[in-house]
């Protein structure tokens, strides 16, 4: 492999990454702080903040792109590519799968992103 092919590589897997980390962002940066109401059940909602949204929107996006330009590497141009590439490609109910599938496997490559990172990053 050339190097450019290997530089492009690093950057998808940052990205990725940094995708990864975007539910981080949206679980702990929005929704519910958790305080008042409730039953006070035992019972643990097995929804996250990404889920309730339901669709993209402004704040998914922001966190989004919060996440991805807080690394140097991909550059807001790439990053704002690829968000806009998710929101127009992949729906939604997959975004949050691939949300989940990145959460408990950081090193997941899931193809519908490596395919929109390399688009990206060759533009």
Do not use: H, K
Request: hydrophobic share 35%; with cysteine.
């Amino acid at each position: 492999m050339g190097g450019g092919t290997n530089r492009l590589l690093w950057i998808a897997a940052g990205v990725l990454a940094v995708v990864g980390l975007v539910g981080l962002v949206i679980l702990f940066g929005g929704g519910d702080d958790g305080g008042g109401g409730g039953d006070g059940g035992d019972t643990i909602t097995a929804t996250t903040p990404i889920e309730e949204a339901g669709d993209y929107n402004a704040a998914i996006e922001r966190n989004f792109m919060d996440s991805c330009t807080s690394d140097a590497e991909p550059g807001e141009a790439v990053c704002q590519c690829a968000y806009d590439q998710i929101e127009a490609t992949v729906p939604f109910d997959r975004f949050v799968e691939i949300d989940e599938q990145l959460n408990d496997n950081p090193d997941a490559r899931p193809q519908e992103l490596v395919d929109i990172i390399t688009e990206c990053t060759t533009q």
